[in-house]
């Protein structure tokens, strides 16, 4: 359902957290940062921008958490931190799929490559 390819990246991050019970808007991945700290948007959801460490240990604890690309060769990507008690502070572990390849799971530094990116986490 999710083949490597150009609009899939946040998309099946979209369908994750709907499953999840943690829907989100369709924006542009700068949008949906602002969203997700916004008062009006996700803060009132429980979500929160925090740090790839704690990231990984609220996944770790079972609570969803996101990473979101926000450099211009990174915007259309997004991934899903996937639990992993060896997982490292600066590189957690994730599942995501780019225009090219899918990580099942794989690591932050595989899929974003040193791009920019936002980290969010429910809880």
């Not at 709907?18 to 991945?29: A, D, T, V, W, Y």
């Not at 639990?83 to 590189?91: C, E, K, L, V, Y």
Request: proline residues 13%; hydrophobic residues 35%; charged residues 15%.
């Amino acid at each position: 359902k999710y083949p490597p390819g150009p609009n899939t990246s946040m998309l099946f991050v979209r369908d994750v957290l709907q499953r999840l019970g943690h829907p989100l808007p369709e924006m542009p991945s700068l949008r949906l940062c602002e969203w997700l700290t916004s008062p009006q948007g996700g803060r009132p959801q429980g979500w929160k921008e925090v740090h790839p460490g704690m990231a990984q240990a609220s996944t770790n604890d079972g609570r969803p958490s996101i990473v979101v690309g926000v450099g211009p060769e990174v915007a259309d990507l997004g991934g899903i931190l996937f639990p992993d008690q060896a997982g490292s502070a600066q590189n957690p572990t994730l599942v995501m799929v780019t225009p090219s390849f899918v990580l099942d799971p794989g690591t932050f530094l595989q899929g974003f490559r040193g791009q920019p990116a936002r980290f969010f986490s429910v809880g």
